[in-house]
């Protein structure tokens, strides 16, 4: 089992950057595959990015294509998505998942594991 902890959330200005930051406790982070996915208001949950295991293979939303980058230190139990470019719609809470595999997963019933979130706010 895994508990995940979300951070690095915040009110920035439409063009900044943001990096979340998400620490995983329990056994064995590196068998996980890690998701970042989030809630707009008013809206359901949508996938933004995932990692597999490893952290060699990547995989993200054509809205976040090129101005997120998901990465992990394994040995520091923590994946990250790097926010540059931020634009008011990508206003939402944030939420790190996690799930035993090797590969990358999208869809949000992929997940067994989620942190609580974080909000990020991007002003106009």
């Known amino acids: 089992q895994v508990q995940l902890v979300e951070s690095g959330g915040g009110l920035v200005q439409a063009g900044g950057s943001l990096r979340l930051s998400c620490a995983a406790s329990?056994?064995?982070?590196?068998?996980?595959?890690m998701g970042w996915f989030r809630q707009p208001p008013g809206k359901e949950r949508e996938f933004v990015a995932a990692?597999?295991?490893?952290?060699?293979?990547?995989y993200y939303a054509d809205s976040v294509k090129g101005r997120f980058t998901i990465s992990r230190d394994n040995a520091k139990n923590t994946v990250y998505l790097q926010m540059n470019s931020l634009k008011p719609d990508d206003t939402a809470v944030y939420y790190c998942?996690?799930?035993?595999?090797?590969?990358?997963?999208?869809?949000?019933?992929?997940?067994?594991?989620w942190g609580q979130g974080t909000q990020v706010t991007v002003s106009s």
């Open positions: 329990g056994r064995a982070f590196s068998l996980y595959s």
């Open positions: 990692i597999s295991y490893s952290g060699v293979s990547t």
């Open positions: 998942a996690a799930r035993l595999g090797t590969y990358y997963y999208s869809r949000a019933n992929d997940y067994g594991y």
